[in-house]
């Protein structure tokens, strides 16, 4: 019976410390620059788009990083645990103009592409296989499609079903 309980303890030691085991994405930190955290992503698949990376570990959790700056730094880091639920229509709905990126990110997961060219444009799917666009302004603009010194976060405009 000692060696049961004794194997079982060490089993569960052994989850435990598996599940609080730092990932490379634990890595990711405010004040790195572009190019390092490119290279700490080198080899996985990340989209990027104006000031925002979007990636999905292999455990199905999702990041989002926010860059600013004249160096184009982290500025903020976000994950999310949807363990691959799609959103909903009604998660879409949820989602109202004044929004933060993140805030939508949070509610829907990251999106899939940006397709518009000169516009602040990110596209998610749903659970129905119905593609939302949704356009994002900012009050500051962006010089030479770098994120500039002082750029304010983007915020949702509006919200279309596009496909």
Do not use: H
């Amino acid at each position: 019976m000692k060696k049961i309980i004794a194997l079982v303890m060490c089993i569960m030691f052994a989850v435990a410390f598996c599940s609080c085991r730092k990932t490379k994405y634990d890595e990711v930190t405010i004040g790195m620059t572009y190019d390092e955290f490119e290279s700490f992503l080198k080899g996985k698949d990340f989209f990027t788009s104006d000031c925002y990376a979007f990636w999905r570990d292999e455990n199905g959790n999702e990041f989002a990083v926010e860059f600013w700056g004249n160096n184009v730094k982290v500025n903020r880091i976000a994950s999310f645990s949807r363990q691959g639920v799609k959103p909903t229509s009604e998660d879409f709905e949820s989602i109202v103009p004044g929004m933060g990126m993140l805030e939508v990110v949070e509610r829907v997961g990251i999106p899939f592409r940006s397709v518009e060219s000169g516009f602040a444009t990110f596209d998610f799917l749903a659970d129905d296989g119905t593609v939302y666009r949704i356009y994002f302004g900012s009050s500051k603009e962006l010089v030479n499609d770098m994120c500039t010194f002082g750029a304010e976060e983007y915020f949702v405009s509006e919200i279309k079903i596009v496909e």
